[in-house]
């Protein structure tokens, strides 16, 4: 899997407010360089608000992504907030709310990609070391390296 993890699109310490202000963030960037549509910002939260991406695991997490027809070339950003965002939960109710320190948004012109890579992720972020490496790191390389290893991905 050639899925690019670049700590040009790794953002530590990002001020944000909201879960939209993420997806401009991230999506801002992955746009400025041409790896996704003029539209992809727009579908993340289309897509978001129908299907939630937030996960209750310790600490808050989330993995944006939407359709690939939004998406020119494979990348996966990743945020560490300075402060949790509201996300509404994967698979629950309107209710249902996540507080979010850490996003993945994955940006895949594969369709076929997205399952397998969501299943990585899920599975990396259930190992506490993981996160905790993730989230204590100061320096972007270390993030893409560590977040690339742990989900099998060519670095």
Same mark, same amino acid.
């Given at each position: 899997?050639?899925?690019?993890?670049?700590?040009?699109?790794?953002?530590?310490?990002?001020?944000?407010?909201?879960?939209?202000? *993420? %997806?401009?963030?991230? &999506? !801002?960037?992955?746009?400025?360089?041409?790896? +996704?549509?003029?539209?992809?910002?727009? #579908? /993340? @939260?289309?897509?978001?608000?129908?299907?939630?991406?937030?996960?209750?695991?310790?600490?808050?997490?989330?993995?944006?992504?939407?359709?690939?027809?939004?998406?020119?070339?494979?990348?996966?950003?990743?945020?560490?907030?300075?402060?949790?965002? *509201? %996300?509404?939960?994967? &698979? !629950?109710?309107?209710?249902?709310?996540?507080? +979010?320190?850490?996003?993945?948004?994955? #940006? /895949? @012109?594969?369709?076929?990609?997205?399952?397998?890579?969501?299943?990585?992720?899920?599975?990396?972020?259930?190992?506490?070391?993981?996160?905790?490496?993730?989230?204590?790191?100061?320096?972007?390389?270390?993030?893409?390296?560590?977040?690339?290893?742990? %989900?099998?991905?060519?670095?």
């Amino acid at each position: 899997m050639s899925i690019l993890i670049d700590p040009k699109y790794v953002f530590t310490g990002l001020e944000a407010e909201t879960r939209q202000d *993420v %997806f401009t963030a991230l &999506g !801002g960037a992955l746009l400025a360089d041409g790896r +996704v549509e003029d539209d992809y910002v727009a #579908a /993340l @939260a289309e897509r978001e608000s129908g299907y939630p991406t937030g996960l209750p695991v310790p600490g808050g997490v989330a993995i944006p992504h939407t359709d690939a027809s939004h998406v020119r070339r494979d990348t996966i950003a990743i945020a560490i907030l300075t402060r949790p965002v *509201v %996300f509404h939960e994967m &698979g !629950g109710g309107p209710e249902d709310l996540v507080d +979010v320190s850490t996003v993945f948004m994955l #940006a /895949l @012109a594969s369709a076929g990609e997205h399952l397998k890579v969501l299943q990585k992720i899920v599975k990396s972020i259930q190992e506490p070391e993981f996160l905790e490496t993730i989230r204590s790191a100061t320096d972007p390389r270390v993030i893409a390296d560590t977040a690339s290893r742990a %989900f099998g991905l060519d670095a």
